[in-house]
């Protein structure tokens, strides 16, 4: 998927293989451990062809091989989760300076590291959209509330179940934005083939900004971006943190609710408790309104160019 997202933004990509070691079981070690190795010989290659000035990482095991390939180079590393994972923690072993979304994630670093607080960095088209544009854009009725479901890039199974579950009774008073994932896309859409013109679903939605911008409430798991994207748009959520990841996406959760911009969902919980939920915000505008300005008032939406200084200093330095 990040291939095809650089080749769309105009942008050289190069691969390197690399496999995550955390966690594996031992029959797999082995393997991982080999395709780091050809990761790192690949990352080599790709520093001696592009001689950069300075790398920039955001995580991941990815990221692990050309750290330690580039280890002669200044680096920085940003910290899109609050909690960062073990893949981020050994990179910051590797950087010069660290980039922060939010001051809690610091407690996780050694305070000798360089730390700056930036936020979340957005794409500049996220920022075109007003809310009247998103409801034309989708072709929305301005007088009915528009709820956003997401489960990220990659879709949320349990979330597009619970959608399907309650759809009818959703479509009676609401408008529906449904981003699917391509996981459950052809299922989601046979089931949903007579929802009718209130219901507006997609696999993958290039314009997301158009999405956010639209809704007056999101329901979504809550990885890094929920801590850039919806206070951006002062959009008030339902987190579902991913069960499976819940250790991080749970502190993100976390983070939003104690400050009265979201409520917190368990994934278990989802089936029994989504429609009433819903229900229950949406039927108390001063409640959701109050949940938007405490969105808002989180929002950071010059992070992508604070970042951009901080590499830019670390090239003319």
Do not use: C
Not at 150 to 165: D, H, K, M, Y
Not at 287 to 301: C, F, I, N, V
């Amino acid at each position: 998927m990040e291939a095809d997202l650089v080749a769309r933004a105009g942008v050289d990509f190069k691969g390197i293989q690399a496999a995550g070691v955390h966690g594996v079981s031992l029959a797999k070690l082995p393997g991982n451990l080999a395709k780091l190795v050809r990761g790192y010989q690949q990352s080599k290659k790709v520093l001696e062809e592009f001689k950069p000035d300075v790398l920039f990482f955001t995580g991941g095991y990815v990221a692990i091989p050309m750290a330690m390939a580039g280890r002669k180079h200044k680096s920085l590393l940003y910290v899109p989760d609050i909690e960062p994972g073990l893949a981020l923690k050994t990179l910051a072993k590797f950087s010069d300076q660290i980039a922060l979304t939010t001051p809690q994630s610091k407690k996780w670093f050694s305070e000798e590291k360089n730390m700056t607080v930036t936020g979340y960095p957005l794409r500049d088209d996220l920022k075109k959209w007003t809310k009247v544009d998103a409801k034309a854009y989708f072709e929305l009725d301005p007088n009915l509330p528009t709820i956003l479901f997401t489960g990220g890039s990659s879709g949320a199974r349990s979330i597009n179940q619970a959608v399907l579950a309650i759809l009818d009774q959703l479509l009676e008073k609401y408008q529906v934005i449904h981003l699917t994932g391509l996981l459950d896309w052809e299922s989601v859409q046979a089931a949903t083939v007579n929802a009718g013109n209130r219901y507006h679903a997609f696999p993958y939605l290039h314009e997301i900004g158009a999405a956010m911008a639209a809704a007056d409430l999101a329901v979504s798991r809550s990885g890094a971006s929920t801590l850039g994207e919806y206070p951006y748009f002062g959009l008030p959520a339902i987190l579902v943190p991913y069960p499976y990841a819940w250790r991080y996406q749970k502190v993100n959760a976390d983070y939003l609710v104690e400050r009265g911009a979201a409520v917190l969902l368990r994934d278990e919980e989802l089936k029994s408790g989504l429609l009433t939920l819903i229900n229950d915000l949406l039927a108390n505008p001063t409640y959701l309104a109050h949940m938007s300005r405490a969105m808002s008032a989180l929002s950071e939406p010059m992070a992508a160019e604070r970042i951009a200084d901080l590499l830019f200093e670390m090239t003319e330095a």
